[in-house]
């Protein structure tokens, strides 16, 4: 035997070695021939979000956590951060929105994982060796029922009570939960490695209610950075793109001829009368803001989750005092491919480009488009303007200016 043969031989042998006794831990497929050896070092973080919240309070969580992950990672730590799918939210109507839809969907996934160590759920699924996705721990976190104790509010938790997990694991039948924990909590979102470290040997950690974790540090430099990692998927801005090119004519970053108008109604029109406008409020207040920007400005934009009657009603009062209303309209087939919530960002990033833009008060929807312009640098006296209400105090919205 020669010297070559020799040694291709003990590495076969090395190999099977290796193979099997990673195939022990159950992480390893050897049908594929390949082992995915971080996987078996790694451990993982999913959570979920009260089921009534929207798409945008959604992104706000997401960068909660996605900030936890990405600081820890800076201590060298093997944590990574399950992108939860987007399931059945409450505001998507059309009935083919009713499956676990991937994050690479509606964002750049590659983007999100240059800022923080993220994985989609598909991508864990095709690394386990079971049918199953066993949960370790999953910890319920609920608030306290008095924020404030002696006048002070504080970062604190506490395990007990009684809890129920709201939410359907994004509709799959094939995870499982291990044990469930309910925990009282208040405060910074770092304080879940208090809770994480209690298990060590957990490898797949899920929080329920992800939304009552706060910020470490809201508006810093992280923060923007993380927010910028959040890039669309491509097709949807090039869809965006497409049509800001053929209406407005534009196919710059900073759009110079129309203004865009966040519209918010249902839920806010039912059940906060005392922060949105009626129509001729609306059209009021679209055409005042006009006239101190540039009176040159024929073209609007509005998004909105108005109803068909409504805003053709919009549309028609604005339209006889001499603007061109536009909205995006999308076709049966842009539906089909990209979606209710594909639908809303593109509405979200022809608002982003505009020469100036009217939101809805406390909209997260509208949050998102002004950290979009703040990305994007426009002036902030042409992004945090809002619709005030016909009668009433009209609060100046606050103003997140990006810091770079
Ligand atoms: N296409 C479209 N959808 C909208 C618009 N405004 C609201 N929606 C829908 O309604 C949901 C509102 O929920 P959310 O994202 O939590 O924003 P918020 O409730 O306004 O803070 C969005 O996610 C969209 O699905 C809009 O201007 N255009
Ligand atoms: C669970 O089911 C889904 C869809 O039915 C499938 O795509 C996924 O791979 C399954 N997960 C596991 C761990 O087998
Ligand atoms: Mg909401």
Known sequence: MSIKMIIN??????????????????????????????????????????????????????????????????????????????????????????????????????????????????????????????????????????????????????????????????????????????????????????????????????????EIPLHDQYGTKTFWDCRKSMKFNKNLISRAKKYIYKYFNCNNKICNNYVSVHWRRQDFARSRKKDVPSIGGTVKQIDNAIKNYNPHIVNIFIASDGQNSELIELEKQLSDIGFKVHLYLPTQLELDTFKDGGVAIIDQIICSHAAYFIGTYESTFTFRIQEEREILGFDSSTTFNRLCPDNGRCEVPSKWKIVN
């Open 9 to 210: 031989l003990s590495l076969l042998l090395l190999c099977v070695i290796l193979t099997s006794t990673e195939k022990q831990d159950g992480y390893c497929d050897l049908k594929e021939k390949t082992c995915d050896r971080d996987f078996l070092n790694e451990k993982f973080i999913i959570y979920d979000v009260n089921p009534p919240e929207g798409f945008n309070l959604r992104r706000d969580v997401y960068m909660r956590f996605a900030i936890m992950l990405s600081d820890a990672r800076q201590h060298n730590e093997n944590w990574k951060l399950i992108l939860p799918p987007w399931y059945s939210l409450y505001h998507w109507k059309a009935k083919q929105n009713d499956y676990p839809m991937p994050w690479s969907n509606f964002f750049d996934v590659k983007s999100l994982k240059k800022f923080a160590p993220v994985v989609e759920l598909h991508e864990v699924f095709s690394k386990i060796d079971s049918n199953i996705f066993k949960i370790d721990r999953l910890y319920v976190l609920q608030n306290y029922d008095d924020a404030f104790e002696n006048g002070e509010f504080r970062d604190k938790w506490e395990i007990g009570g009684d809890c129920d997990y709201d939410g359907s694991l994004w509709g799959y039948n094939n995870i499982t939960v291990k044990k469930t924990i309910c925990v009282k909590y208040q405060g910074r979102i770092s304080k879940l490695w208090e809770l994480i470290s209690l298990n060590p040997a957990d490898k797949f950690v899920m929080f329920a209610h992800g």
